[in-house]
Each structure stands twice: as structure tokens, then as C-alpha cells.
């Protein structure tokens, strides 16, 4: 389908030039900056931290380094076409580790599944070997269900934009791509009935946290996760993912896109309907003719357009489920620890009662979570025989005093230093006792990374994918607002870097062709 360009632009030839204004830094936001700008369009990049990349943070002390956002870089090809088309190879900006395991998974019972970086035989081989029974061929045909999936869903649902249930019909018509992709089954489903062990299950279970999300409620189609993972290999950058957020913006630089840092955006103005440009919080006020912005958006439609917001969009988001939040550990830990791998995952035996601590009617931080734990073997990293573990675990989303549905209050007094030791307590009862070896520990709550990167309660993704029409609740790339485009997480076609990428793309195709 080819892109629309916005009508009523000038033209630079046969060329559409726009003043384009991105509000936020995040990596979607400068994706798209970097886009619009090698199309020819002048772009004013405002930013109301301190520094670039949102959520993809990091913290420096005492020689240790950790990314404080996302840890496992998968899909790179949605950042090799982007630099590509920047300017130049992404390898030659920042250096790739193909990681090999990809992941210890350990388990309730004991049981550890080394889970290889890349390859679907491998990775179904690794199952065999680790569960036993049926576990090989369990996996092999899951993931060749999530690769029919793929094929089925990429181009339509995950690079092009969303309008809504009518862009249903082409596949409701085909039998064969519904059967595929089961609208009607959630991703639970879809485990217990291809999978005969339960921690075979545990791990697809996991890959609904991928979108913030419930297995329970999550559809099938995430299923598609574990194929990308499996297909095109799990990675490490080297120095950090932060080292990815860095390069993107010194290629922002070379384009020649004007950043400017610690200016929060107040409002989007408007003009007969249309984007006139923003108001800074100096009162100062920026002409546009597209905003992008790469802001959460219930605060786009909900302060930044003011009265000026469109309903419908409000309407949605009331209605959709908002992501996960997470608890983030950053620990100094002295000496190495055998066993271990660059991703490392502890399950507990109660799955379930994870998510209902997090999605039910009485939230909690959850008394026995899953923690991932990301510990790079990286001399960048961290001080000679020493390591730097960024842990996480889910968690229920932030608001004062608990107020909001959903949500506990996580700046009450004591409550994240003692979920931080109940954590590594955690730890410790699975077989890996960090507590004697600390040098020192930082933590990071849902309330913490609201204030740092305007994440509503700290919700990692935005919303969920929890209910069959979690997708068509999702903000569209283009507003109902002439001019106004949304990218990032909280917009289509959903959180994590590769999905940020791609909305990246469908803005940049949406406000117009070179």
C-alpha cells in the first residue's frame, strides 16, 4: 500500500518540505527525525530531559555501566534499513554480539533450559534435551505456527498503518490466514493446546510480557515473538543498547536535524483544526506543519491537546488495558558467577498468580515474580572480575496513594527497599544468593520511570495487548488532527524497539514520499 502524504505542504519540486516538529527524543522519535530528514524536511527535535534515547537509559558508577530500559536487542533489520537509509551501515556505528546461549531459563523444579541465540532446530533441540517427552516437537511446530504468523501479519498489521476493524477484511476472507492466525485464541491458549509441558508453556507464557500483557488475555498472534527471537537471533550491542540511542543521535547530527534538550513541550497548537506548531514551556511558541510526537499518548490527547482533542482516541484509551510496569534492579556484584548467561530468567511455580497481582482488582507488587536478570560479559561494562546485573521483575503500575484503578502507591515510605530485598530473597531460595557479594544497589520503581521518561503509572508499553481488540485501541500513527502523527510505544504498532522502528517508518511514509 502506498503511503499518503499529507496534502497542503509546500513543495520543493515534485517534493513535499515540511517544518516538522518531533516532540521527544526517545528512540522512536529520533527514528522518525532521521527519516523525515534525509527527505528533505526541516526538523526541530525538542526534548524536555536532559539527554536522548527515553527509555533507553543507562547509569555509569564506579566503573559499572547498566541499561536501565531495554536489555536484548532483537529484529535488527528494522535498524540496519534505518541507518541505512540514513547514511550508512549500522555496523559501522555500533558493534553487534550475536549471543549464544540466548538465555538460561530456570525453573520451579530445577530444571535449566540453555536456550540457543538463534536457529529453530536449535532451539527445539535445546527443549528436548532440557524438558524431555514430546518438548522438541512441541516447540518446532509452535514456532512454525509463529513464522506462519509472521508471514501472515508483518506487512499488514506491523508496517503499515492501522485504521481500524476494516483492515480485517482482506484476512477475514482468507480462511487459510484466520485459521493461522486464531483472532479467538490467546496466547495461553494456544500453549496448552500445542504444548504438552508446563514449562514449555512458562516460556511462551513469558513472551506476553513482551507487550506488557497477560498470556491469559494476550492473543495467539504474540506467538510470533518466540519465531523473531528463533529466526533472526538474540543480540547484544556492545557497551550497552544505550550505545544504539547514541549512535541514532550522532546520525541525527550528520543530518543536520536541530535538537534541542530540557524544553518540555506544554501544548500543540492548532490552526482551522490543523497542527500550527507547539508551545514550550517558556511560553515560547515553534510554527510546524507535522508534529510528530513520540510522548505517551494519554498525554498527547489528554494535556497536550487540551480542548483541541479529538474524542475518539480518548474514548479508546479509556477503554484499553495499560501495560505492565516493571521494578529495576541495577546491582554492583563482586566477583563472577558460574552458570550464568547474558540473559538469565527464573521462573516460580505459580504463574498465574503473577499476573493476577498485577492485573487484578487489588494490585501488589508480586510476593514470588519471575526475574529476568541481563548480565553482559562485556568489559564495558563492568570493572575486571566483577559484574553489573540490571534485574527485572513485572509490576503494577504507579499512582499517589493507589488512587487509580490498577495501581499502588510506590513512593510510600519502605515499600521499594523492601520489595528490593524480597526480590533478591527471591533470588537466593532459586539457588543464587547475591546478597553477600553486593558492592552496592540502585533501584528503579514504575513511580521512577514515570518522572524520568513521562510513562503514565510507569507502563513499560503504553497499553496492553490484553483482549482481541487490544490492536484497534491502540493510538493510530496518524491523528484525527491534520498534521499531528504519533509514534513510539504507546502508538501502533506497539512497544520494544522493533516496533518502535517500525512506527518510525509508517510516520515518515505517512507525512510524505521523497
Not at 479509556?318 to 556484584?333: K, N, Q
Request: proline share 8%.
Amino acid at each position: 500500500m502506498a503511503p499518503a502524504p499529507v496534502l497542503g505542504l509546500p513543495r520543493l519540486g515534485s517534493r513535499v518540505v515540511a517544518r516538522v516538529v518531533v516532540i521527544g527524543a526517545g528512540m522512536g522519535g529520533m527514528a522518525a527525525a532521521a527519516r523525515l530528514r534525509v527527505k528533505g524536511h526541516e526538523v526541530t527535535v525538542i526534548e524536555a530531559a536532559d539527554t536522548h534515547g527515553g527509555k533507553l537509559g543507562t547509569y555509569r558508577r564506579d566503573g559499572f555501566a547498566f541499561d536501565t530500559g531495554p536489555s536484548l536487542f532483537t529484529l535488527p533489520a528494522v535498524y540496519r534499513d534505518l541507518f541505512l537509509k540514513t547514511g550508512g551501515p549500522l555496523e559501522d556505528s555500533v558493534a553487534l554480539v550475536p549471543l549464544d546461549p540466548g538465555f538460561h531459563v530456570r525453573f520451579a523444579d530445577g530444571t535449566l533450559l540453555p536456550m540457543p541465540g538463534v536457529g529453530a532446530g536449535a532451539a527445539a533441540t535445546a527443549m528436548g534435551d532440557a524438558l524431555g517427552g514430546r518438548a522438541a516437537d512441541d516447540w518446532r511446530g509452535l514456532l512454525e505456527r509463529g513464522g506462519r504468523m509472521w508471514a501472515t501479519t508483518r506487512r499488514p498489521f506491523l508496517e503499515s498503518p492501522l485504521h481500524g476493524m476494516r483492515d480485517l477484511v482482506p484476512l477475514a476472507r482468507d480462511l487459510g490466514a484466520v485459521r493461522t492466525v486464531a483472532p479467538w485464541r490467546t496466547l495461553r491458549g494456544l500453549g496448552t493446546t500445542t504444548l504438552s509441558d508446563w514449562r514449555a508453556q512458562q516460556v511462551l507464557d513469558r513472551y506476553a510480557t513482551y507487550a506488557g500483557s497477560d498470556p491469559r488475555r494476550a492473543p495467539a498472534v504474540l506467538a510470533t515473538i518466540p519465531y523473531v527471537e528463533a529466526t533472526f537471533g538474540a543480540w547484544h550491542v556492545a557497551g550497552g543498547l544505550r550505545s544504539l540511542g547514541d549512535a541514532l543521535r550522532a546520525r541525527l547530527d550528520e543530518r543536520g536535524a536541530t535538537m534541542r534538550f530540557g524544553v518540555p513541550v506544554t501544548r500543540i497548537a492548532l490552526s482551522s483544526g490543523r497542527v500550527a506548531g507547539v508551545v514550550l514551556a517558556d511560553g515560547t511558541r515553534l510554527p510546524a506543519d507535522v508534529v510528530v510526537a513520540n510522548a505517551d499518548a494519554r498525554r498527547v490527547y489528554g494535556e497536550l491537546l487540551g480542548a483541541d482533542a479529538p474524542r475518539t482516541p480518548l474514548r479508546r484509551l479509556a477503554r484499553a488495558t495499560p501495560s505492565l510496569a516493571g521494578f529495576v534492579l541495577l546491582l554492583a556484584v563482586s566477583g563472577r558467577t558460574p552458570g550464568l548467561a547474558h540473559n538469565n530468567v527464573w521462573f516460580p511455580r505459580d504463574y498465574d498468580a503473577e499476573f493476577d497481582a498485577i492485573f487484578g482488582r487489588r494490585p501488589q507488587p508480586v510476593p514470588d515474580p519471575t526475574v529476568y536478570a541481563c548480565v553482559p560479559d562485556d568489559p564495558g561494562m563492568r570493572p575486571d572480575g566483577h559484574e553489573a546485573w540490571f534485574v527485572l521483575v513485572n509490576a503494577p503500575r504507579h499512582s499517589p496513594g493507589g488512587a487509580e484503578r490498577g495501581t499502588i502507591d510506590w513512593d510510600a515510605p519502605g515499600v521499594g527497599e523492601r520489595y528490593a530485598d524480597l526480590v533478591l530473597a527471591r533470588l537466593a531460595e532459586r539457588g543464587t544468593d547475591l546478597r553477600g557479594r553486593l558492592l552496592w544497589r540502585e533501584l528503579r520503581t514504575p513511580a521512577d520511570l514515570e518522572r524520568t521518561t513521562g510513562a503514565p503509572g510507569g507502563a513499560i508499553y503504553g497499553t496492553s495487548s490484553n483482549g482481541p481488540r487490544a490492536a484497534f485501541l491502540r493510538p493510530q500513527n496518524a491523528s484525527p488532527v491534520p498534521g499531528l502523527f504519533l509514534v513510539g510505544g504507546s502508538a501502533h504498532p506497539g512497544g520494544g524497539l522493533p516496533l518502535v522502528g517500525l512506527s518510525a517508518e509508517i510516520v515518515a511514509n505517512l507525512v510524505g514520499r521523497a
